[in-house]
T-cell receptor, first 115, second 116 residues
Framework: DGGITQSPKYLFRKEGQNVTLSCEQN?????MYWYRQDPGQGLRLIYY???????QKGDIAEGYSVSREKKESFPLTVTSAQKNPTAFYLC??????????????FGEGSRLTVL | AQSVTQLDSQVPVFEEAPVELRCNYS??????LFWYVQYPNQGLQLLLK??????LVKGINGFVAEFNKSQSSFHLRKPSVHISDTAEYFC??????????????FGKGTKLTVNP
């Protein structure tokens, strides 16, 4: 079955450590996204990529980094510069630019807790 | 800029009762509209979408939504809810002219709790 796989589902980190969240899709979608979700705040866009080897900052990119070396993969690194990293992180994909309707396909999410 | 307002942050209802989750958006142009559902500790999944055509849109699990252009609304309804409908529901809007789902704007969500 086609879909998006995020790992790990739960992650604990000590302050000052970088962590990387994995996101893999087999939907053959061109575009991929990372969102952060906090209670009562909806979804906020961190980074997105419309094509391999290219990505753009979203609304809250500070303290995060991404790469897009393969179409299927879009890992997110939460760096020690992110002041409040504890959150639920969602990866999503869409068909791609010029064909998108705005419909997103989401992974199951990764919950990061900083101790 | 577009914005989405979900008028109720929490909606408690009893099982088999009808429910309406309200969504208003601000946009001066035509829009695409979506409702997503999120069950606890899971990702979002598409419930239904309006792109064009009939203003009454049917989705999964018996949900329907009605697009009302004059009122800039896209309310979600279900005539009889089940315990399993307990989840958070997100309304979202995008501008067809801007392409790219990075422009999708989400509301802050409505938590629906169905009680026995």
């Amino acid at each position: 079955d086609g879909g998006i796989t995020q790992s790990p589902k739960y992650l604990f980190r000590k302050e000052g450590q970088n962590v990387t969240l994995s996101c893999e899709q087999n939907l053959n979608h061109d575009a991929m996204y990372w969102y952060r979700q906090d209670p009562g705040q909806g979804l906020r866009l961190i980074y997105y990529s419309q094509i391999v080897n290219d990505f753009q900052k979203g609304d809250i990119a500070e303290g995060y980094s991404v790469s897009r070396e393969k179409k299927e993969s879009f890992p997110l690194t939460v760096t020690s510069a992110q002041k409040n990293p504890t959150a639920f992180y969602l990866c999503a994909s869409s068909i791609g630019p010029f064909r998108d309707t705005g419909e997103l396909f989401f992974g199951e999410g990764s919950r990061l807790t900083v101790l | 800029a577009q914005s989405v307002t979900q008028l109720d942050s929490q909606v408690p209802v009893f099982e088999e009762a009808p429910v309406e989750l309200r969504c208003n958006y601000s946009s001066s142009v035509s829009v695409y509209l979506f409702w997503y559902v999120q069950y606890p500790n899971q990702g979002l999944q598409l419930l239904l979408k309006y792109l064009s055509g009939s203003t009454l849109v049917k989705g999964i699990n018996g949900f329907v939504a009605e697009f009302n252009k004059s009122q800039s609304s896209f309310h979600l309804r279900k005539p009889s809810v089940h315990i399993s409908d307990t989840a958070e529901y997100f309304c979202a809007v995008s501008d067809p002219r801007q392409g790219g789902s990075e422009k999708l704007v989400f509301g802050k969500g409505t938590k629906l709790t169905v009680n026995p």
